[in-house]
């Protein structure tokens, strides 16, 4: 038997390699591959691809660790050469637990496992049993957990089987009446109990079969495995002549380092797409000339850096032969190209060799979700106090505008949507296809994103999830995060200051329903004024770049804040921290709007006062060309005064008026002392702490004569002593 292969009649794997290629394949080379699926789930390399070409392919990529699953001498040449892999997933355990009928053979499996040898007797319940990190070629350790299957016994089954990583379900060869128990009864308790881990279904005391009796394990377990899904492998062994006992833990173990789930769908029977993501990324980065192949060079550095080996030249020959011969576009004059590389690791997958894809994928930084792995995210280079914010620097900034120029493919200056979704096509998935990123920024006429628009949602992103934009900058290509982001100087360090050093600022847009919050945010992403009145019931961003005067532009964010959220939003000490400018519209004909408003304005401005992270604010009047309600001017004018800050600003939507009011807004966040509203108590607050502190200077000068005389004293007292 060749390395790796695992014979079809003794062990069963259950991946699809037909329809893994479905997923990724045009639909040319599905309809080439669709006569070779079928609806069993069990597929060999042979339905469509002969037995000579797999070996060059299994050969390839191989990690040196897993290099021999062959009867004799599993263990030891796996532990051989494993040395120096570092634990996969993160795990550094692994418990399996064995569960099936009585007199099923757990305990012998179990006990011949660890020692290998065949018990002549065996005590009914092992206690838990430890396979060291030397065992298997991912050097992690195992403990293996038996159980009893006797009723009163079940409590404590449950318990065990909760635990575990892994469940190990035993039937007897020679018992089909225990076959049959687990789809009847183990595998529906496994489910009731609600544990989601892979199974292994192992048929023991293979020695016992009956010789006339010969049927194939893939016939008997192809039905039991279509309906649980759950089953990762079967394989059948015999404690008494050991036959593939090292393998049965061994693909439990695999089952929970290298888990099939975030690779494959079971359901679609396809590849999952964050998985041809990550691959599609990790190609890009390899094709180093990015001429859209692998060289042969370029292979073997690739080959490096997964499996520390290089590769021969006739390997890399073999391989992209087999490719070529099963798919002409897997291999150009150049290379092999992504289809290519796609199809290999389908290839793998299908051979049950999951842990070849892990290995590449994990060299890569990708965790068990297939996202990059938080370690790799330097977090310390923006955690920051509430007060402060994240910004992208200037070579972020180019590197992001590289980017657009490079999928702008038409060269209109505008991204469509298939564009966009083109340059996340290497992450785990479009970052902007939910809230609060969808419809943030704003479309040309024809739904492209323009360079502002591109720009304007990465600023947002960085402003509120920092940690979210250096991953997806990673997926993107961009190397050094270190140089990505810088945090900003803190709100009240720019307020004593008297300047802010930001380029991105956060407006809150306050104001009671129907004042036209949602109208300002529309007309801000240039989008048609509408008369229909939708409510918004949940927070929404708006982003944009304003041009200031004397050419600086700035990106401004949006941030409505439905009427009925801002009690809770307020209910945060550190809520204002974040904002730079407050806004609050009111509906300018309507006076029940305006008094929402002053409310709102007053309980921002004392919320300022009470925590310290004091905002400046506009009032908006909007609905300009509307009557105003009487006394508006006379009402508005007292507030703005008493509070001290700037008059209304009053603007139409509908008329397209917008006062500049934009502009406006920014610039009051560009000086974070001036427009600082002050409310009675806060003024009254204040007198009163400057009245405290110049009669707390009075008790401190006071202080100082005592302590001094106090001191003077003891001076004096010594010396009496010492006299
Ligand atoms: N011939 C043969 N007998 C086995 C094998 N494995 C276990 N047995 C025997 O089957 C009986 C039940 O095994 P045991 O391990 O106690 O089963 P458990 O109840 O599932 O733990 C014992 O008499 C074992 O010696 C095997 O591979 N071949
Ligand atoms: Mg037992």
Redesign the pocket.
């Given at each position: 038997m060749r390395d790796g292969v695992i014979l079809p009649v003794v062990c069963v794997n259950k991946n699809v390699p037909a329809l893994v290629l479905r997923y990724f394949n045009k639909a040319r080379f599905t309809d080439r591959l669709r006569p070779l699926s079928s609806p069993n789930p069990i597929h060999h390399l042979t339905l469509y691809c002969a037995p000579g070409l797999v070996a060059p392919v299994l050969g390839f990529w191989k990690p040196p660790s897993a290099s021999s699953i062959s009867d004799q001498n599993l263990r030891g040449s796996m532990a051989r050469n494993s040395a120096g892999n570092a634990s996969p997933g993160g795990k550094t355990s692994v418990r399996i637990v064995v569960a099936?009928d009585?007199?099923?053979?757990?305990?012998?499996?179990i006990c011949s496992a660890a020692t290998d040898r065949?018990p002549a007797t065996?005590p009914?319940v092992l206690p838990p049993t430890r396979l060291p990190e030397d065992f298997y070629p991912d050097r992690v350790p195992i403990t293996i957990i038996?159980t009893s299957s006797r009723v009163e016994d079940s409590v404590k089954l449950g318990e065990e089987l909760r635990r575990a990583d892994a469940v190990v379900l035993?039937y007897g060869c020679d018992q089909p009446a225990t076959l049959e128990r687990l789809s009847s009864f183990w595998l529906p308790e496994l489910r009731r109990l609600e544990v989601n881990v892979p199974v292994i279904a192992v048929g023991?005391?293979?020695?016992?079969r009956d010789e006339l009796q010969q049927i194939s394990l893939e016939s008997v377990m192809a039905p039991i495995m279509q309906i649980f899904r759950e089953i990762e492998t079967c394989i059948e062994c015999?404690?008494?002549?050991q036959i593939q006992i090292p393998e049965v833990f061994y693909y439990a173990q695999k089952a929970v380092l290298h888990p099939t789930g975030p690779l494959f769908d079971q359901e679609s029977q396809t590849l999952k797409p964050r998985c041809v993501r990550a691959l599609k990324r990790i190609f890009i980065i390899c094709d180093r000339d990015k001429d859209g192949a692998l060289s042969d060079a370029e292979l073997n550095e690739f080959q490096l850096k997964c499996f520390n080996a290089p590769l021969q030249q006739s390997e890399i020959v073999g391989v992209k032969r087999v490719v070529q011969e099963k798919l002409p576009e897997g291999v150009n004059e150049r290379g092999l190209t992504l289809t290519g590389f796609l199809f290999l690791h389908a290839l793998f997958i299908e051979k049950g060799r999951l842990e070849t894809t892990w290995t590449v994928l994990r060299k890569f930084g990708y965790d068990n979700d297939i996202k990059l792995s938080e370690d790799l995210i330097p977090y310390s280079s923006f955690k920051h106090s509430p007060d402060q914010s994240v910004e992208l620097t200037n070579e972020a900034i180019d590197f992001l505008k590289g980017i657009f120029e490079l999928f702008d493919s038409d060269g209109d200056g505008a991204l469509r949507p298939q564009e966009i979704d083109d340059i996340f096509s290497t992450a785990p998935e479009s970052p902007w296809d939910e809230a609060p990123y969808k419809d943030a920024a704003e479309k040309t006429a024809l739904g492209g994103l323009s360079l502002d628009g591109f720009l304007s949602l990465w600023a947002l992103m960085t402003l509120l999830d920092p940690a979210r934009s250096l991953e997806n900058l990673v997926y993107l290509g961009y190397v050094d995060l270190l140089t990505a982001v810088h945090v900003t100087k803190t709100r009240r360090h720019n307020r004593k200051k008297q300047q802010s050093d930001r380029n991105v600022f956060q407006c809150f847009v306050f104001g009671p329903k129907r004042a036209g919050k949602s109208a300002l945010l529309n007309s801000f992403l240039g989008r048609p004024f509408a008369d229909t009145y939708s409510s918004t019931s949940d927070e929404r961003f708006a982003v944009n770049v304003v041009d200031q005067s004397m050419g600086t532009r700035r990106i401004l964010v949006l941030r409505e804040i439905p009427e009925d959220k801002a009690r809770n939003l307020l209910s945060s000490k550190e809520s204002l921290a974040a904002c730079d400018i407050a806004i609050f519209v009111h509906d300018s004909s309507d006076e029940p709007s305006w008094k929402r408003a002053t409310e709102l304005l007053v309980e921002v401005a004392s919320h300022g006062e009470v925590t310290g992270f004091e905002v400046p604010c506009l009032i908006i009047a909007a609905k300009d060309d509307l009557d105003p309600f009487p006394m508006a001017i006379q009402d508005s004018t007292r507030v703005s005064q008493d509070m001290g800050i700037e008059a209304p600003i009053p603007i139409s939507m509908r008329l397209g008026d917008f006062n500049n009011v934009y502009r406006r807004i920014v610039s009051a966040a560009e000086h974070p002392h001036l427009s600082i509203p002050e409310t009675e108590i806060g003024r009254s607050r204040k007198q009163y702490h400057k009245l405290v502190n110049r009669s707390l200077m009075f008790v401190s000068v006071g202080a100082a004569v005592a302590i001094v005389g106090l001191a003077a004293y003891r001076v004096y007292a010594a010396r009496k002593n010492s006299s």
């Open positions: 099936g009585r007199g099923t053979g757990k305990s012998s499996l065949f065996v009914p038996d035993t023991c005391k293979l020695d016992l015999s404690a008494y002549k």
